[in-house]
């Protein structure tokens, strides 16, 4: 589903050069779910960046669902993206002074879908994610659980084949991160969505099928 090829990302200024990624390959299957980990700075957001097609590499190759990417104009790459990846945050990214609903119905404004057919999709994503009963709240008005489930009801809106997370459990206590964590896992394993998720947590980390470390950025297993 996801097909790195020896991927190296350089950040470059006047002064400073930053090797955030060496070399790396890795295969994502469809249906996979899959952890990665690693220190602060080893590369870890700039790799599901790159995967989500928001960053370029400096070097290397990038296939999603069998497309290359590579030779996609910004139009087609933001459509493209807005059909394949759903991505949530650490920090929610939830716009303060939209209704839930108007929240998760915001990736369907790019597509050519009516009113009706916006806030029915955005209905049903709210109720996988256990939160029908919370559509006309204000994000404020919400815990950090619901918070993050209002942000997964928005990354799955559009029925995406791969969900990017960077830690997405991070701002929770374990009670509302496991909560979240299982929703991943519900979705992983019922609708057969690939997950990639960046996490500092060993323990989520080991509830999905397989576990990439990072270290300056290189793989270490
Ligand atoms: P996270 O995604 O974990 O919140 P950030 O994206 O805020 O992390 O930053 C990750 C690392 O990248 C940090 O070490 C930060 O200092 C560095 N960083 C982020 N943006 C820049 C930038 N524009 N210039 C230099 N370093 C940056
Ligand atoms: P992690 O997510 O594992 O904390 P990052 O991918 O954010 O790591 O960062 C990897 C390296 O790239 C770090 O050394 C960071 O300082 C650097 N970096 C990240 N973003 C930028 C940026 N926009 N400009 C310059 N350097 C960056």
């Not at 104009?73 to 609903?101: E, M, P, T």
């Not at 206590?173 to 496991?178: E, L, P, R």
Request: hydrophobic share 40%.
């Amino acid at each position: 589903m996801i097909r790195l090829q020896n991927i190296e990302k350089v950040y470059r200024t006047d002064t400073i050069e930053t090797q955030a990624l060496n070399n790396i390959s890795l295969n994502v299957a469809k249906g996979e779910f899959l952890s990665i980990m690693g220190p602060s700075g080893c590369g870890k957001s700039t790799l599901l960046n790159i995967m989500g097609l928001l960053d370029a590499p400096t070097r290397g190759d990038i296939r999603i669902a069998e497309n290359s990417t590579s030779q996609l104009s910004d139009k087609k790459l933001a459509q493209f993206r807005n059909r394949q990846i759903g991505f949530i945050f650490q920090s929610y990214h939830l716009i303060s002074d939209l209704q839930v609903l108007d929240n998760v119905e915001l990736p369907l404004l790019y597509r050519k879908s009516t009113a009706r057919e916006r806030k029915e999709l955005a209905s049903a994503a709210l109720g996988k994610v256990g939160l029908s009963n919370r559509i006309k709240h204000f994000p404020t008005q919400l815990s950090g659980g619901q918070k993050q489930r209002v942000a997964i009801a928005r990354a799955i809106v559009g029925k995406p084949q791969i969900i990017l997370a960077d830690e997405p459990t991070g701002n929770l206590d374990s009670g509302m991160g496991n909560e979240v964590m299982e929703i991943l896992l519900h979705l992983n394993r019922t609708e057969g969505t690939t997950i990639v998720m960046v996490t500092h947590d060993e323990q989520m980390a080991r509830k999905t099928h397989r576990l990439v470390r990072l270290f300056d950025g290189a793989q270490v297993q």
